[in-house]
């Protein structure tokens, strides 16, 4: 219990770094755009059980799916999830939740962008 609630505190509690670089590009899907450890720019939306991951360089263009690996840790409400990204579509990640994520939603993505590791931290209101 006291590992949950460290790791609900880091969720909800202030970013980890700050968006330096620039005005975030327009979610294109529906999600939500945050900046990422290393620049990058990623799109979290989650649409029933599924999270999708957007990743886009620090130019805004996408990067290939094939680049890019990664897990995801999801707090909605008390419920903690840990999700293991696959490869989607051109530049996405997916993953499955066991349950649907509703109401205020936290999501920590932990990627691997091209060999090089990255963190964002991305909130879903309702």
């Known amino acids: 219990m006291h590992k949950i609630l460290i790791l609900a505190a880091a969720l909800i509690g202030p970013p980890l770094f700050a968006q330096a670089h620039g005005t975030a590009p327009a979610a294109t899907h529906g999600g ?4 990422d450890s290393t620049e990058h720019w990623v799109e979290c939306v989650i649409k029933g059980n599924q999270l999708t991951a957007f990743v886009m360089d620090e130019d805004k263009r996408p990067i290939p799916s094939a680049q890019i690996a990664g897990k995801a840790t999801v707090l909605a409400g008390s419920k903690i999830q840990h999700v293991t ?8 990640l997916i993953g499955l939740l066991t349950d649907a994520a509703s109401g205020h939603t936290t999501v920590v993505l932990s990627l691997t962008i091209g060999g090089v590791p990255s963190q964002s931290r991305v909130v879903l209101a309702p």
């Open 32 to 35: 939500v755009v945050a900046e």
């Open 85 to 92: 990204l696959a490869p989607g579509t051109a530049n996405s």
